[in-house]
């Protein structure tokens, strides 16, 4: 079929099939002609593609459900990858959801000052896993924007499997390095305030996040992904195995790194200094994309992820 009769069928706009296309989410035929060719498989994923709009998934998320439909599988979200994706939505609807319900907590305190009564504050949540309504959201300082660009220095740094990693010879191809100030442990305290410094919380969280989405930021190009942080060895490799990390965690606890490249720090009751939450894209020796400020950080290997496949797709067009 056309492109038009596939549009029609499909209910949607001529525009959005070849928007589609561009994205590698449909590959129609070429006839002798020059003319697009397309099949009910086509139709399918077109439909799939329009229904998770219409449930707020959009078409640069929709590449694991048509992928999913390629392989066999009658519904579309029979498999990991898809149910991911639905996770992410979810988690930025709580988000969401947590910003009106902290307005309306507000707005409820002011009311009850107003009438004359006493507010109790809810008391404050200690879950190392989970991230507490109404953080607060960090800035852009802009101590982030001289990095793109610049090589990465010549270090070697160990790494929670004992090994040590060379920043200046990661490799070919790209590198995700995330960076944040460091993680709870069951049953050990978090420095005093944590939850009051804009962007520190939700370590572990981002941790698990990166976990859940490793195959996909694989797949999308990234040939190797690293936590970092000034934690040493022993205290990472616990974690990597606690979480069940599919990836290593590099230790710079001189902060030689943020020293090299002048990147963002902050100080906490017991720490006179810890990495501010950043995340670099490195390929081929130099940054090429910096994420900073990064919030909420348990959705933001979803950042990632979409950043890395929109940059194989210009690549691909190029």
Not at 83 to 111: C, G, K, N, W
Not at 238 to 267: C, G, Y
Request: hydrophobic share 40%; glycine share 8%.
């Amino acid at each position: 079929m056309r492109i038009g009769e596939l549009a029609a069928r499909a209910g949607v706009t001529v525009k959005a099939v070849r928007y589609y296309e561009r994205l590698g989410l449909v590959e129609p035929a070429r006839e002798a002609n020059g003319y697009r060719s397309f099949t009910e498989d086509h139709l399918r994923a077109v439909a799939e593609i329009r229904q998770l709009s219409e449930i707020g998934i959009s078409p640069l998320r929709a590449a694991p459900f048509i992928e999913c439909l390629d392989t066999g599988h009658e519904h579309s979200d029979q498999c990991v990858s898809s149910l991911a994706v639905y996770r992410d939505t979810i988690v930025e609807l709580d988000r969401m959801i947590a910003a009106l319900s902290s307005r309306r907590q507000i707005l409820q305190e002011r009311l009850d000052q107003g009438a004359g009564r006493s507010f109790e504050k809810e008391t404050t949540m200690t879950d190392y896993t989970t991230l507490p309504d109404g953080l607060p959201v960090p800035e852009d300082d802009s101590a982030a924007d001289h990095l793109p660009g610049q090589r990465m220095p010549q270090l070697e740094l160990p790494v929670s499997d004992g090994g040590t990693v060379d920043l200046a010879g990661l490799g070919t191809g790209r590198t995700v390095i995330y960076l944040y100030p460091l993680t709870g442990q069951p049953g050990v305290d978090l420095p005093e305030g944590w939850d009051a410094i804009p962007g520190a919380r939700g370590c572990s969280t981002e941790a698990c996040d990166f976990r859940d989405h490793f195959e996909d930021l694989r797949r999308a190009g990234a040939q190797r992904v690293f936590g970092l942080s000034s934690q040493d060895p022993a205290y990472q490799q616990e974690v990597v195995e606690r979480l069940r990390l599919p990836f290593a965690m590099i230790s710079d606890d001189a902060l030689a790194l943020a020293d090299a490249l002048r990147l963002p720090t902050f100080s906490a009751p017991g720490h006179d200094r810890l990495y501010a939450r950043l995340t670099l894209i490195v390929g081929d020796g130099r940054i090429e994309h910096v994420f900073y400020p990064i919030f909420p950080p348990n959705a933001h290997a979803q950042q990632v992820l979409d950043w890395l496949i929109q940059a194989k797709s210009e690549e691909t067009e190029l």
